[in-house]
């Protein structure tokens, strides 16, 4: 099993509302990744968890809370958020000493109204 | 910082070859990598270099630079599935990927 899924794919959510996004891999990977992709620019990085620990969080604003339970599960719980917050939210893992090589999930499309 | 510069648009042939430049500016990386990501799709692993040279993997070739800060994905025989968006990524001593603004690619018939 080589894939990375995510749930949902699309989500709408108003300003006021708490929301999570869900993925899960069976690989075995122990590092997993959220990245915010806004339209026609690069993925940008939210947070890396290694071996289930936050490693990274590249100043992300706390309305936006990661969460590992597991070596295969990673959750972003979304709280207050602006409608600047629409895009690609997308997750990814990697085998340890191959953070070269990303496998991605195909996304949540989130819309803030 | 750490900085990748691509061309924004690529435009080619069906059949043609096509190469997509990415030029960086960093401190220090342990390689350097290539994603294709279609439209509304996940970006996708193609290649990765690790030292200087050229690496082959089938259609695409990929080739570092690091006296140059200079990088390129050559691609071969190209397919109208190879219209996508390319991004070239910077790989360091964390788990932390940099990546390149990224080249949109249109095949043309």
């Known amino acids: 099993d080589t894939e990375v899924t995510q749930t949902p794919k699309h989500l709408v959510m108003g300003m006021t509302n708490k929301k999570s996004l869900k993925c899960e891999q069976h690989?075995?990977?122990?590092?997993m990744y959220w990245y915010k992709q806004k339209a026609k620019k690069p993925p940008e990085l939210m947070f890396v968890?290694?071996?289930?620990?936050?490693?990274i969080n590249e100043s992300v604003p706390s309305r936006f809370s990661p969460e590992c339970p597991n070596s295969s599960l990673l959750n972003l719980h979304l709280h207050a958020l602006q409608p600047e917050d629409s895009a690609l939210y997308l997750c990814?893992?990697?085998?340890?000493?191959?953070?070269?090589?990303?496998?991605f999930g195909p996304g949540t499309r989130l819309t803030v109204t | 910082g750490q900085s990748l510069e691509q061309p924004s648009e690529v435009t080619a042939v069906e059949g043609a070859i096509v190469q997509i430049n990415c030029t960086y500016q960093t401190s220090g990386f342990y390689g350097l990598s290539w994603y294709q990501q279609h439209d509304g799709g996940a970006p996708t692993f193609l290649s990765y270099?690790?030292?200087?040279g050229l690496e082959e993997t089938g259609r695409f070739s990929s080739f570092l630079s690091r006296s140059d800060s200079y990088g390129y994905l050559l691609l071969q025989e190209l397919q109208m599935k190879d219209s996508a968006s390319y991004f070239c990524v910077l790989g360091g001593a964390t788990n932390k990927l940099i990546f390149g603004t990224g080249t949109l690619l249109a095949v043309q018939p």
């Open positions: 990814a893992s990697t085998a340890q000493g191959s953070d070269y090589e990303q496998y």
């Open positions: 690989m075995g990977h122990r590092a």
């Open positions: 968890y290694s071996y289930e620990k936050l490693s």
């Open positions: 270099n690790a030292l200087d």
